[in-house]
Every structure is written in C-alpha cells, then in structure tokens.
C-alpha cells in the first residue's frame, strides 16, 4: 500500500513564525500536491509539484511557498504565518497525471493552529 | 468558470444502494472523474475513478453518461461504516483539479 506520511498531525505556532510541513511517499510518485481544507471550502490547491524541484503554483499559492529536493519529499512553508492559515494541511501524491492513472493518496492530515 | 457541484448532505439506511451525483460543466477531452472517501481526522481515500461509460471495483460503481457532464457514484448495500464525505474530482493531464466541495452521507441503523 501507497503511504504518505506528514511530520506532524498537530501544530500550533504564533502570528510571524515561519512554518515547515514535510510530506514524505514511499511509493515512487511523480506528483505531490498540498492542500488545505476548510469547512464549507472543501479542498484547495495549493502547489504542487511533478518532478523534483519542479513545482507549480495551484489556486492559492500566495502566503505559501514548496521545496521538492528529493523525488519521496515535498515541504510546504508558511513564510510568515498568519491566523487566517490556521486550517487542515493535506499533503498527497500520484503516480503520473493529475487526475487520471488510480488517483491520488493522501496523507492523514496536519491541522496547524496560528494563535 | 469550470465547478464540479454534489449535493452538500444525503441520508440513507443500512442495506439500501445509495447514489451521488456529480456535475461537471466544461469537461474537457482528458478529464477523468475521480471520487474519494472521508472520514473524519483522515485525509480523503480515492474510491474509484471512471472516464466514460461504467466501471466497477469491490466498494462501489461509477456511472458516467456519454456526454460526460455528471457522474454517479453508487454504494450498493451501505453499512454505518460508509458514514463520510464523499468528494467528486475532476481532472486531466492539463494540470488543473476541480474537486466538488463534499457530499456527507449519513447510514442510519
């Protein structure tokens, strides 16, 4: 089975700290995805990436930025974190594409708390 | 504007079949549809994935008519345990994901 790991399932930081999230997959993906899910909002992209190194800004990149330095790692970092990025961080991968080819498989989730 | 739309909340029995619809406007050529369960404090759990026409898998059908503009995910004979949110994803190799907001389910006894 595809596992895809998040460092932490609960994080809470003050307004200004910067924030590192790392995702690591075991299963040799090509794609890795960050999202963030709010109630009544579902999920949002926001970046990703399809090869190492490379990545792509989603639909609310701004606050946001990622490194993909190994193919299994992708990390999302808050420069500067704000209360309004207090949300549940999910992190996923796929094999090839970006909707096609068995999907994707998700992580169990980071809920971070800016106070 | 490209949305995918399901209903925000649906009620069943144990045992009954159950069926979500999923409206995609603006499908394109190399969109597949791609449905995922979720429980709660977990990250959603890709369930089956369809682009035309029906496919089947050991938890559930997907029916997708040919001009592709809705899907149908069917739950046959559901149990408590199917309690979750349901989510319908639209997507392709052009790199851009439209996911529904999410269709709570509720099985009751």
């Known amino acids: 089975d595809v596992k895809v790991t998040q460092s932490s399932r609960y994080l809470v930081k003050r307004t200004g700290e910067k924030v590192f999230l790392e995702c690591v997959q075991d299963m040799d993906h090509e794609n890795m995805f960050w999202y963030r899910q709010d109630p009544g909002l579902g999920l949002r992209l926001i970046y990703f990436s399809y090869d190492v190194k490379m990545k792509e800004k989603g639909d609310i990149p701004e606050g946001y930025s990622v490194s993909r330095e190994k193919k299994e790692r992708f990390s999302l970092i808050l420069e500067s974190a704000s209360t309004n990025q207090t949300s549940m961080y999910l992190c996923a991968s796929s094999r090839t594409g970006f909707g096609t080819s068995g999907g994707q498989y998700f992580g169990p989730g980071t809920r971070l708390t800016v106070t | 504007l490209a949305k995918t739309t399901q209903p925000i909340s649906m009620d069943s029995y144990e045992g009954q079949e159950v069926n979500i619809t999923c409206s995609h406007n603006n499908i394109a050529t190399n969109d597949y549809i791609t449905w995922y369960q979720q429980f709660p404090s977990q990250g959603p759990r890709f369930i089956i994935q369809g682009y035309k026409t029906k496919v089947t898998n050991e938890v559930a059908s997907l029916f997708i008519p040919a001009d592709r503009k809705s899907s149908t995910l069917s739950l046959p004979r559901v149990s408590l345990s199917d309690t979750a949110v349901y989510y319908c994803?639209?997507?392709?190799?052009?790199?851009?994901?439209?996911w529904g907001l999410g269709t709570s389910l509720a099985v009751n006894p």
């Open positions: 994803l639209k997507g392709g190799n052009n790199r851009k994901l439209i």
